[in-house]
C-alpha cells in the first residue's frame, strides 16, 4: 500500500521506526519529514500529507507528533479526510470498520512505540465496513459542504 507520512520534530524518531517497521512490511512510504532538529509547525506538515490522501496520492496517512492530537486537529481540517488517534487496539479496529479513517496520528511523548507499531500495522489491515456506515459518511461529506458555504464568523 503506498502510504504518506509525516511528523513535527516531536515525532520524528517515532516516524523513522514507523517508516522502517512498514517499508519492511513492504509498504511504498512517502516520507514528508521533519528531520529538522529545530522546532517545526506540525500543521505545515499535517496539511501537506493530509492533501496527498484527499487527492489520492496516498491510499492513506500516518502523523506523528508529541501527542498525535495536533496533527489530528490539523488533518481534521482538510476536507475528505477522517483522521484519529487512537489509543488502543479496539479503537484503532473500529476507527476502520465503522469510520473509514484515512489518516491515523501518533504521539511519541504518549504512546510506546511497540504498541505504535502494533496499531499502524491492524489500522492496515482492518478494511471498511461499508453498508449502514456509508450513510454516516456521506453526511459528514455533507457537513464539509455546508462548511464550505457558511460566511465567516465576524462576532469575535
Not at 40 to 50: G, I, M, N, Q, S
Not at 67 to 88: H, S
Not at 93 to 113: I, K, Y
Request: proline share 4%.
Amino acid at each position: 500500500m503506498k502510504l504518506v507520512i509525516a511528523s513535527d520534530h516531536a515525532g520524528r524518531n517515532l516516524r523513522r521506526q514507523i517508516r522502517e517497521h512498514l517499508e519492511g512490511l513492504g509498504h511504498e512510504i512517502v516520507d514528508l519529514g521533519t528531520d529538522a532538529d529545530n522546532p517545526v509547525d506540525y500543521p505545515d506538515f499535517a496539511l501537506t500529507a493530509a492533501r496527498r490522501v484527499a487527492r489520492g496520492e496516498s491510499a492513506r496517512g500516518i502523523l506523528i507528533c508529541g501527542t498525535g492530537y495536533g496533527m489530528q486537529i490539523a488533518a481534521n481540517k482538510v476536507r475528505g479526510i477522517r483522521a484519529v488517534a487512537p489509543c488502543d487496539e479496539e479503537s484503532t479496529r473500529m476507527s476502520r470498520l465503522h469510520n473509514d479513517a484515512n489518516v491515523v496520528c501518533f504521539g511519541e511523548r504518549l504512546q510506546d512505540p511497540e504498541l505504535v507499531l502494533r496499531l499502524a500495522d491492524l489500522w492496515l489491515d482492518t478494511p471498511y465496513e461499508g453498508g449502514r456506515h456509508d450513510r454516516r459518511l456521506e453526511k459528514i461529506r455533507q457537513i464539509e459542504c455546508a462548511a464550505d458555504s457558511e460566511p465567516e464568523p465576524t462576532d469575535y
